[in-house]
């Protein structure tokens, strides 16, 4: 049974679910070799060619779901097929986000403050998908739940979920199925952002890790680490926090 993404179809209620996995691809769904720590942060002359590529991501999208609801109409069986598997291609394919500032991470000043039962419903979704399977499987899942989460914060970006979204979207950019670490950092600073006092206090201790170990971002990493030590209550994330606060202050 082939499978496809029918919420990027928007197919009414069923848009809450994504098809079950079958037809796997040829080749693994897992993102090309990268180096361990990012390069310097692109200069910012780079936006309007990230803004012309998200263009082009998003008119090469519409273009496929234009195929497949006209081939959905006139019955053809065949093409539609064929509309499906490409744009089931096009959401497994690993696409970076070259500039964090360009439509990628929303700002700080989100804030969660409305039940929205629609939001709810994306986000439970999300979570049945996210983290399982195993291989391509695993992979595949990890993309449809951040598609699920993702939507909750560009429909519905006052729902009172947003804090736990950006904390589920960082662990996901972390994990093996992207390794997008500073997607994930960022994330994780936004979910305790959007969220005063939310229930996520690994989320700080957890982007300072990925600025200090991965990214390389000694100055935010300190930072990260001091927001630890005065926002916390865990004692032993305080702990950690201040012990790597001693060894980065008695660098030369």
């Known amino acids: 049974m082939r499978a496809f993404f029918l919420g990027a179809l928007g197919c009414g209620a069923m848009a809450l679910g994504l098809a079950l996995a079958a037809d796997p ?37 519409t273009s496929i779901k234009a195929l497949y609801e ?7 069986k065949q093409r539609l097929a064929w509309a499906e598997r490409e744009l089931m291609a096009f959401h497994m394919l690993w696409k970076p986000s070259y500039n964090l500032d360009v439509r990628d991470v929303p700002p700080p000043t989100l804030q969660a403050s409305v039940n929205v039962k629609d939001a709810n419903d994306l986000y439970r979704s999300a979570m049945e998908y996210k ?5 391509d499987d695993y992979v595949l899942n990890m993309r449809r739940a951040e598609l699920l989460l993702r939507e909750v914060l ?12 950006a904390y589920q979207l960082g662990d996901i950019y972390e994990s093996r199925a992207y390794k997008q670490y500073d997607r994930a950092a960022k994330y994780y600073e936004r979910s305790c952002q959007w969220v005063k ?31 630890v030590v005065d926002h916390d209550t865990n004692p032993d994330h305080i702990r950690q926090a201040e012990k790597r606060l001693a060894e980065l202050n008695g660098r030369k």
């Open 131 to 135: 983290g399982k399977g195993f291989g």
């Open 70 to 76: 006209h081939y959905t109409k006139v019955g053809d």
């Open 25 to 61: 691809p040829s080749k693994p769904l897992t993102e090309p070799a990268k180096p361990d720590a990012l390069p310097p942060a692109a200069a910012a002359n780079d936006i309007a060619l990230v803004e012309r590529n998200l263009a082009a991501r998003k008119e090469y999208e």
């Open 197 to 227: 006092g939310g229930p996520r206090t690994d989320a700080r201790l957890r982007a300072a890790l990925l600025y200090d170990k991965q990214l390389n971002e000694r100055s935010k990493a300190v930072e990260m680490y001091r927001a």
């Open 154 to 165: 560009e429909k519905y970006p006052n729902s009172d979920k947003i804090g736990d979204v």
